[in-house]
C-alpha cells in the first residue's frame, strides 16, 4: 500500500471512528437529559389523595386474613420480603446504569483521542481494519468505569438508606458536602493524581509501554488505560454527591474540567488551580454550616 492510499485509509478510518465515539456520546447524553427531564416531571407532579378506602383497595393492602395464625401469615411475609429485596435489586440497578451512562458521557470526550489514536495505529501496524480491537480497547476502559459505577451506586443506596441524600440526590449535609470539596482540592495536588494524569496526557507513550497483542490484550490494554482514568478523575466524580446526581449542569461542569485537564496543554496547572478553588469553597461551605 502507498503512503497517499495509507494515508487516506487512515483519514476514514479515524472519521469511522470518531463517528462513532461521537454517536455514542450523544446517545448517553440524550439519556441522560431524557432521564433529568423526567425526574424533574415527577418532583412537580402532585401527590395523588388517598383515602381510607383507596388505600383498601390498593393491590397489597387486602387487610382481609391478617389475623389468621400459621401459614397464610408466613406467606404473606415471604412475599412480603421477597418484594422487598426485589424492590432493592430494581432500584440499585437502575442507579448503577445511571451512572455507567453518565460516565460514558462524562469521559468519552477526553478518551477519544486516545481512542483515535489506538485505532490509528493498529491499521499501520495491522494494514488491517482497526474496528475489533479498538472495540474491544473502547469496552476494557469502560468496564472499569462500570466497576467505578456499581461502586458509586454502592454508595448512593447507603447514603440514601442512612437519610444522608435528598430526593434531588444531594447530600444533605453542608459539612459532608464541603468535605467532599475539600478532600477532592487536595487530590488534586496529589503524586497518584498527578502520575494517573500523566499518563492520560501522553496517549502515545502509555500506548507503546502497555502494548499487547490479540483481542484480550486489547481489551486488557483499555482496562488499564481505564484504572489510570479512574485514578486521575474519582475525586471529581464524588463532588456529584454534592452537586446533584442528575444535576446536568453540574455533571457538564465535571466533564470539561476533566477535559481540559487530560487534553489541553496547560492541564496540570488547570487541575491545581482547580483544587485551589475546590479547598476553597469546600472551607466556605463548612464554616457556614458550623
Not at 425526574?39 to 412537580?44: G, N, Q, W
Not at 455507567?100 to 489514536?117: F, N, Y
Not at 442528575?246 to 491545581?272: D, H, Q, S, Y
Request: proline share 3%.
Amino acid at each position: 500500500m502507498t503512503a497517499t492510499a495509507l494515508e487516506e485509509v487512515l483519514k476514514r478510518d479515524r472519521l469511522v471512528v470518531l463517528a462513532s465515539l461521537v454517536a455514542i456520546a450523544l446517545i448517553a447524553w440524550l439519556y441522560l437529559f431524557q432521564l433529568a427531564a423526567d425526574m424533574a416531571a415527577m418532583d412537580t407532579a402532585p401527590a395523588p389523595a388517598t383515602s381510607s378506602n383507596d388505600m383498601a383497595e390498593m393491590p397489597g393492602m387486602d387487610m382481609s386474613g391478617m389475623d389468621m395464625p400459621g401459614m397464610k401469615m408466613e406467606g404473606r411475609q415471604s412475599a412480603s420480603a421477597a418484594e422487598t429485596s426485589s424492590s432493592v435489586i430494581a432500584t440499585f440497578g437502575f442507579l448503577a446504569a445511571m451512572w455507567m451512562v453518565m460516565m460514558v458521557g462524562m469521559m468519552l470526550p477526553s478518551a477519544a483521542s486516545t481512542i483515535l489514536l489506538f485505532a490509528a495505529l493498529e491499521r499501520k501496524r495491522q494494514q488491517l481494519g482497526p474496528y475489533g480491537r479498538t472495540a474491544l480497547f473502547v469496552s476494557g476502559y469502560f468496564l472499569t468505569w462500570f466497576a467505578f459505577s456499581v461502586v458509586a451506586a454502592a454508595a448512593q443506596a447507603a447514603l440514601s438508606s442512612a437519610g444522608l441524600m435528598s430526593m434531588d440526590m444531594t447530600v444533605t449535609s453542608a459539612v459532608a458536602g464541603g468535605a467532599v470539596f475539600i478532600l477532592a482540592g487536595l487530590y488534586e495536588f496529589s503524586s497518584l493524581k498527578n502520575r494517573c494524569l500523566s499518563h492520560c496526557r501522553s496517549p502515545l507513550e502509555w500506548i507503546a509501554h502497555h502494548q499487547r497483542p490479540g483481542s484480550l490484550g486489547a481489551l486488557r490494554m483499555g482496562m488499564s488505560h481505564g484504572l489510570f482514568c479512574v485514578g486521575c478523575c474519582w475525586m471529581l466524580m464524588l463532588l456529584l454527591f454534592v452537586g446533584g446526581v442528575m444535576n446536568l449542569l453540574w455533571v457538564a461542569a465535571i466533564a470539561g474540567v476533566v477535559l481540559v485537564e487530560k487534553m489541553l496543554p496547560g492541564g496540570p496547572i488547570a487541575a491545581r488551580l482547580a483544587g485551589g478553588v475546590l479547598v476553597v469553597f469546600g472551607v466556605y461551605l463548612m464554616s457556614n454550616a458550623l
